[in-house]
């Protein structure tokens, strides 16, 4: 089935600032559903899901299933350990023998980036990509996006610093499009040895210090630190990484202004962030949660075929 | 002359652009072909009774082209090609001769091995195939593989290409060793700390993929570090596929300074750069990586100047099931044989940036200088391995019609002009084209 994003959703690069646009709105009507005592609509009814997970992940996945269930799809999780080439079956193999079972959508997380875009080219079904590799997480990006926007009203002029480990990760990458898409002024921030070489050729202001990251931005997307950044030798340690890095209160009352404080999750506290900031007045990283189940809400309602404007009579049980 | 060689018929290559840079020649006239060898180049051949004769109008008569690295896969790999496979594939691509690398299974690093391809090739009848030997034994880069006993069963060259030598003693030894038997050592430059894991180069693109990247230092650090080597021993060091700007110029230096260095390009790092990885195409997926704009005008600039010596395919057969996978997981390396003519003409000759007593030299006659190989010229009495090609008949890549077993190529699809209308290896025509 193909609706306004295409069939499939698989990185905020190629989508259009009307997109973007089309599924924050989208996800407005669909935030009030999780607040409900019944939290389910029928708008997927009699959709099949899958949910196609190679790589061990908590949130990313309920996230998915509670936006599925709560619209009425039925779903099945498929959890891999290892890439399919240590499991025996090809990646395609997988896919064909899913799509065999007469599916309608196929969400998945994989560790090679592009795998999502393989698998959408060799099936019917609608993708939704999940995280692939070190490439994007779109969904992530989006509900980054919608957290933004709750707490700022508009997004066009805002100023955004992305933190820490910016090579690996694929929720920098879709924040960096997505963000950039919005009109906001993107930066990132940590050790050169964590960013990707070339990244000022994205649009990107970069910093090397902490603090002054701090005093340009309005708000920091705070990265998780793996530790097998250290063994790989990218970085000497996590202590040094938090005494040069690392987001505290202190260095964040030395702001000019109070900086709104969001995480993708999940976090590692005396590292990357600071438990007071964690936990502190303008972190938003529950929000962030929150918003996630709506926005994939949204993504699924627009892949399915939905038609925006009805998204909100949509929600209204018949 | 041997037995066979008696009851070959002449060949009479009529009318065509002869250009044979090893003697300067480019104008219009006739070669005759007799008894396995060049018998003569001239206007008013008059052709013996038994010869066939063929039509050159329009063609370039040439020295048949050399292809100084290839992978041919057997023995190990005979799924995915064969020598004869190969060899026929070199011959349709408007090779007599292509130089096979050692990386096979198990690798070939003695003579007994080296003694294999060559009788597989003589089965064939295909293009000659000259194995290369192994560096090290078992390419694992430790103890020196026997050079001379190699040499002796046919090896042309020595190579643990696919890897490259990461030790700079053992680098060192092997120019030194190599010496004695006066063969190219050819080098795989890839600083592997640097460069492990890496799929593509290192750049906008792969920063954007989130494919770990391949950085140019990489290479250009074992270039330097080669020809450093090859300046204290006086061994002769070849580099493998050069694919950065920076390799050009340390290779530059090295050649001004009378040092013996070498150095070949393949037609991919010609006419694409990172960008055709885009979607994430296996195909576009080769170990050195499609690199920059900049690194191929630099890479073109080079064989214009000559600083770059020869145009090599490194052909290298995968099976789809390989290829068709994600990015990170599938190997490296593209087929060529069948294409690279096509790819040099197009986005080099096409484009004005050299003629064809360029590309004839680069692609034949310093092919057979630097491994010191028979061919590489039409003078009277060489052997008869010449390549005639129609430079403006334009084909659209269909890798289904390839003679490769292996299909995985960049340019599926893609329009290319120049192709092989005759392929003559020992006065014996081993490849015609279609019309």
Request: aromatic share 4%; with cysteine.
């Amino acid at each position: 089935m193909k609706g306004t994003l295409g069939k499939d959703l698989l990185a905020l690069e190629p989508l259009t600032a009307q997109q973007i646009q089309l599924i924050l709105d989208t996800a407005e009507p669909f935030k009030e559903i999780s607040e409900r005592a019944i939290k389910k609509v029928p708008a997927l009814r009699g959709q099949t899901i899958v949910n196609l997970f190679f790589e061990a992940s908590t949130r990313t996945r309920i996230s998915f299933e509670f936006a599925e269930k709560r619209l009425s799809a039925d779903t099945v999780n498929v959890a891999s350990s290892g890439s399919s080439v240590s499991k025996g079956e090809t990646l395609v193999d997988t896919a064909r023998n899913l799509e065999a079972m007469r599916i309608d959508m196929v969400v998945i997380r994989h560790g090679a980036s592009g795998a999502a875009q393989f698998l959408a080219e060799r099936i019917e079904s609608n993708v939704i990509n999940a995280g692939d590799g070190t490439h994007e997480h779109p969904t992530q990006g989006l509900l980054d996006l919608l957290t933004l926007r709750d707490h700022f009203k508009t997004l066009a002029g805002r100023r955004v610093c992305i933190c820490g480990d910016v090579l690996h990760s694929r929720v920098a990458r879709s924040n960096i499009w997505g963000l950039r898409k919005m009109g906001v002024e993107v930066a990132v921030c940590g050790p050169r040895s964590l960013l990707p070489h070339g990244i000022e050729q994205l649009g990107v202001i970069v910093f090397d210090r902490i603090e002054a990251a701090i005093e340009w931005a309005d708000a920091l997307n705070i990265l998780r630190l793996q530790v097998e950044r250290m063994t790989a030798g990218y970085i000497p340690s996590a202590r040094e990484y938090n005494r040069v890095f690392g987001v505290s209160r202190e260095r964040l009352e030395r702001a000019p202004r109070d900086l709104l404080i969001m995480h993708p999750g999940p976090m590692n506290r005396g590292v990357e962030i600071d438990s007071d900031v964690a936990d502190g007045p303008h972190s938003v990283i529950l929000n962030q949660v929150t918003n996630g189940v709506a926005v994939r809400m949204a993504v699924l309602y627009l892949l399915a075929g939905g038609r925006p404007e009805l998204a909100a009579a949509a929600k209204g049980d018949r | 002359m041997s037995a066979a060689d008696r009851d070959l018929r002449p060949i009479l290559l009529r009318g065509g652009r002869v250009i044979d840079p090893s003697q300067h020649i480019d104008r219009t006239a006739s070669v005759l072909l007799t008894g396995g060898v060049v018998a003569e180049v001239g206007d008013r051949i008059v052709a013996p009774d038994d010869a066939i004769v063929l039509d050159c109008s329009g063609a370039i008569i040439a020295p048949g082209f050399i292809d100084v690295h290839c992978h041919l896969r057997e023995p190990g790999r005979e799924d995915v090609e064969t020598i004869a496979t190969g060899a026929r594939a070199a011959a349709a691509g408007g090779f007599t001769a292509v130089c096979a690398m050692p990386n096979t299974e198990p690798v070939t690093d003695n003579q007994a091995a080296v003694g294999f391809i060559v009788r597989q090739a003589q089965r064939g009848g295909g293009a000659r195939v000259y194995p290369i030997g192994a560096i090290s034994v078992g390419q694992r880069g430790e103890a020196l593989a026997e050079f001379g006993e190699m040499v002796g069963a046919g090896a042309v060259a020595v190579s643990d290409d696919g890897r490259p030598v990461v030790s700079a003693h053992l680098m060192r030894t092997a120019l030194e060793y190599a010496r004695t038997f006066n063969i190219p050592v050819v080098d795989h430059c890839e600083e592997l700390t640097l460069a492990r894991g890496g799929a593509m180069n290192e750049g906008l693109v792969s920063a954007r993929l989130g494919l770990k990247g391949i950085p140019s230092e990489a290479e250009e650090i074992m270039v330097i570090r080669d020809i450093l080597l090859a300046r204290r021993t006086g061994g002769h060091v070849h580099i493998a596929h050069a694919s950065t700007k920076g390799s050009v110029e340390l290779i530059r230096w090295g050649k001004d300074r009378g040092i013996r260095v070498t150095a070949e390009v393949c037609p991919h790092h010609l006419s694409l750069t990172e960008d055709a990885v885009e979607g994430y195409n296996t195909n576009a997926k080769m170990n050195p990586p499609l690199r920059t704009s900049m690194d191929v005008a630099a890479m073109q600039e080079a064989v214009r100047d000559g600083t770059i010596d020869c145009i090599c395919t490194d052909h290298a057969p995968h099976h789809y099931d390989e290829k068709e996978r994600e990015f990170a997981d599938a190997p490296n390396g593209i087929v060529g044989l069948e294409t690279a003519f096509g790819v040099v003409t197009t986005s080099l000759v096409a484009t004005g940036i050299i003629d064809y007593p360029t590309l004839i030299e680069r692609m034949s006659c310093a092919p057979a200088r630097i491994f010191g190989l028979q061919g590489g010229t039409l003078r009277a009495r060489d052997v008869a391995d010449v390549t005639v090609i129609d430079p403006d008949r334009r084909w659209i890549v269909d890798p289904s019609a390839f003679l490769s077993k292996g299909r995985n190529t960049p340019y599926a699809g893609r329009e290319l002009q120049g192709a092989a209308r005759y392929t003559v290896v020992g006065g014996r025509l081993i490849h015609r084209a279609a019309d």
